[in-house]
């Protein structure tokens, strides 16, 4: 079945680069998202990158893809306090499942 | 343009009661779909609801339950809550064509006691 794993705890300097790593097994994914997720709140959209791509920046955000490998990572350059929050990876597969699946999500904590 | 919204934000019930959820797409987007999180099983996936037809269902008892109006509108019901059902309802807005950006709501919090 279907699994995407994400490791749960990621801690950086502030004005440091963080790296979050993500893997997942659905071979026939579409789509990789990734979402951020502040205290009391909703899933805000960072960025995705479709499976034939295997790089995608945004800003001070980079994404690349290892097909190959089914490894995604989400790169945050010159991260910031703000940036503190959990980061779900999920995939996205636009045939019969047309679902989202998740990771367990990052926690990224921002030391100044 | 307006993003989606939830209401209502934080629901408290008790065990044996009926709950109804409601999510509003943004404007043109006609994909709807439903999301449960908790601690302990993270996001799953409950249902897609496209021109007010169930297109896809994860794997949730039939307790839950949804519908979506011709104004792209959807609500969830779950009937008979459970002490489980405790947790934070997010819906995810899209247009429902193949390249698609799925943005996401505040959620509901519901809790059961």
């Known amino acids: 079945g279907e699994d995407v794993e994400q490791s749960l705890f990621l801690s950086v300097r502030e004005g440091d680069s963080s790296v979050i790593n993500c893997t997942y097994t659905?071979?026939?994914?579409?789509?990789l998202y990734w979402y951020k997720q502040e205290p009391g709140a909703g899933l805000q959209l960072l960025t995705y990158?479709?499976?034939?791509?295997d790089m995608k920046q945004d800003q001070r955000l980079t994404v690349l893809l290892n097909k190959k490998d089914k490894h995604l990572s989400l790169r945050i350059a010159d991260t910031q306090t703000g940036d503190s929050a959990i980061y779900f990876c999920?995939?996205?597969?636009?045939?019969?499942?047309?679902?989202?699946?998740f990771g367990s999500g990052t926690q990224l904590t921002v030391l100044p | 343009k307006a993003g989606v919204t939830q209401t209502p934000r934080y629901l408290i019930k008790t065990r044996g009661q009926q709950v109804t959820l409601s999510c509003s797409p943004i404007?043109?987007?006609?994909?709807v779909s439903w999301y449960q999180q908790t601690p302990g099983q993270g996001l799953q996936f409950l249902f897609e609801?496209?021109?007010?037809?169930?297109?896809n269902k994860g794997n949730f008892p039939g307790r839950f339950s949804g519908r979506q109006f011709s104004n792209s509108r959807s609500e969830m019901n779950v009937s008979t809550l459970e002490l489980g059902d405790s947790a934070l309802y997010l819906c995810?807005?899209?247009?429902?064509?193949?390249?698609?950006?799925?943005?996401f709501g505040p959620g509901t919090r519901l809790t059961v006691t």
């Open positions: 995810a807005s899209s247009t429902g064509r193949q390249s698609d950006e799925q943005y």
């Open positions: 659905d071979s026939s994914s579409t789509y």
């Open positions: 990158i479709f499976s034939n791509m």
């Open positions: 999920a995939e996205f597969n636009e045939g019969s499942a047309r679902q989202l699946t």
């Open positions: 404007s043109g987007h006609r994909s």
């Open positions: 609801y496209f021109s007010e037809t169930q297109r």
